[in-house]
């Protein structure tokens, strides 16, 4: 990947905004721009980009070994232990304006977000979405070959487990399975792996517990890691033995709503039209109060980015845009159901990238 | 674990230190204080905790049904997915002052601190940690049982690997049984696990990879997780096959300072008097220069949190305090080695938690 265009993007960006300089610390926004990943932890690291001149890196000594310095993106600035590191950050933004306006990275912790603010009393500050997200919500051709992996890597578990049995185990067994063949098809990273029998399926995050799954359950699976920096996210939903009519129903309705949300992600067509498209077909089948989430986000180095699809995000959906469609029905107390596939827009329409089978599986 | 009593406690540092209302996220604090962890996302989770009144958390509708209100310390307060979760938070402070004083929880992410102080240009923003980490750093008889049970369960895992295989296998292969492990052993959550080897242990915190681990390596295993809410963390080292005389003199001088650092865990000595001890007899063995890092953190639900054993820190020791003590050493380019137990400071003498062999491992 090379990562010297996306900064460039990024600069214009702050240029056209006036934004004086970017701090970037933990979360997904510092990988897609560097390759290099800070660690969530008490020691700061944090990128200083400025819209022009040079970047450098401020991060722990130990952790200094594990910068890649390949594409000489950056200057590496290593604190000591007895160091201030929030001191070394303001240090670099020495040159410039007295009252310079900063974005921060989202993810950012609030100490230190208030230890800089302590610092520049007279800075404005901004988040980074401002100019990160215009340009990650693009994917080229690499990154949806990238999605398109991981998309792939995660259908692959998916086809597997219509295969496996579900009845005597629980949902935590299920949980750990999950993980594992996320992690033997080719993903560094588990990111969650929602596991949910019967009435806890009508909790959109359930949590995985000691719950054993029976005979009669449907069963949510809704999983997803990070493979090669992109994400995947994947629902599919299982029953154990026959389904009932009242699940069958509901299981086509949701089926035909999704389909009905995928194809309304068209180019110029409003992000909105994606979740009421798939949000008017289960509310004609009469569960329209069943379904309490938006219909889907974006995905790529963040499980969850722009675009959202979501009632009043009125953004044109343009080719490049990556993101989940994911109706759901929940009934309190009895069962959920949702089914999920990523979907890139192009010019040709839509397309999935999820290929596993999308009914209801009958397992044992 | 009965909440209410932290609550408490933590209501009473807000009144000592002038904080009108505290605003937790992501982060320890939260489930540290009720039981409840947010999720990681984009869509916010924010309990609101004055001084005096009631509580509120302010949760996302499709996750209200996880939050478990058995102990009735907060109402909930759902928002749906066409809400702006932030004007709810600031809609909860109405009551009070117009400039309110904020404490905000460390982790919170800076999207949501930089949206609160838009919405509340009036008000003084603190960190959480003013008045979570007096109460947090000191622990009960309950949470140092369960600081031993998370202890005890990664002991085991590092005695297992003592009799495992290590030639031919990847760094990355014994990264993932070490997870593996750590997960049969009861742990809920695998928080990391560094494999490094031969001059890949010289980086501190190096990130396991395709490395074929050889024979005469020395290999650094260092890991980690959750268990019911409390963290473990230990340091082993590993050589394949039998050791030079280089590597066995640094281990012998990384175990007496690791040992005289445990010895000067004593109630009323300054924090900084751990470290101390520990990098005199490594500098006294002539490799002071090769400790690069402080000589503990303390642990809890937090993997790294107050107390920190780091020079400078003049904080007392008092007793349940828990904490590593990990002196390491690292020459560049060639191999590295650290040692690491979690000691807690107790009226009768620092008492490790960790009894998994500490010799260096000769193994296959």
């Known amino acids: 990947m090379n990562h010297a265009p996306r900064v460039g993007r990024v600069r214009a960006e702050m240029e056209r905004r006036g934004i004086d300089v970017l701090l970037l610390s933990v979360g997904p926004d510092l990988p897609y721009l560097t390759g290099y990943e800070a660690m969530p932890l008490e020691r700061l690291t944090m990128l200083v980009l400025p819209a022009r001149g040079d970047a450098r890196l401020v991060v722990p000594q130990l952790e200094a070994p594990r910068v890649d310095r390949g594409e000489d993106l950056f200057e590496v600035v290593p604190w000591a232990e007895t160091d201030d590191p929030v001191d070394r950050v303001v240090g670099l933004l020495g040159g410039g304006s007295a009252n310079p306006v900063v ?84 993903h560094q990273r588990a990111n969650f792996a929602i596991v949910a029998a019967a009435a806890n399926a009508a909790s959109p995050h359930h949590e995985p517990g000691e ?90 180095t963040e499980a969850h980015e722009d675009p959202y699809m979501v009632a009043g995000n009125e953004d044109a959906i343009v080719a490049g845009h990556a993101f989940s469609v994911e109706p759901g029905i929940y009934l309190t107390g009895r069962f959920g159901m949702r089914l999920e596939d990523i979907v890139v827009a192009t010019t040709a329409g839509p397309r999935r990238l999820n290929a596993a089978p999308r009914d209801l599986a009958v397992v044992g």
Chains 1, 2 share one sequence.
């Open 103 to 186: 974005a921060i990275g989202d993810h950012t912790w609030a100490r230190f977000v208030l230890a800089l603010q302590a610092e520049l009393p007279h800075a404005q500050w901004r988040r980074a979405h401002e100019v990160t997200s215009p340009v990650r919500v693009v994917k080229d051709a690499d990154e949806i070959a990238a999605l398109q992996a991981a998309a792939s890597a995660v259908d692959a578990v998916a086809a597997e487990m219509r295969e496996r049995p579900f009845a005597g185990r629980r949902e935590i067994d299920v949980h750990r399975e999950l993980v594992d063949r996320m992690l033997e098809h080719g």
């Open 211 to 300: 719950r054993v799954i029976a005979q009669g359950d449907v069963v949510l699976c809704d999983f997803g890691g990070t493979m090669d920096g992109y994400c995947s996210d994947i629902t599919r939903m299982f029953h154990v033995g026959p389904p009932p009519a009242e699940v069958r129903d509901a299981y086509e309705l949701l089926e035909a709503a999704q389909e009905a949300g995928v194809r309304a992600a068209t180019i110029g067509a409003p992000c909105s039209a994606v979740d009421a498209a798939a949000r008017d077909v289960i509310g004609a089948g009469g569960h329209g109060e069943h379904f309490v989430h938006r219909t889907g986000h974006g995905i790529g």
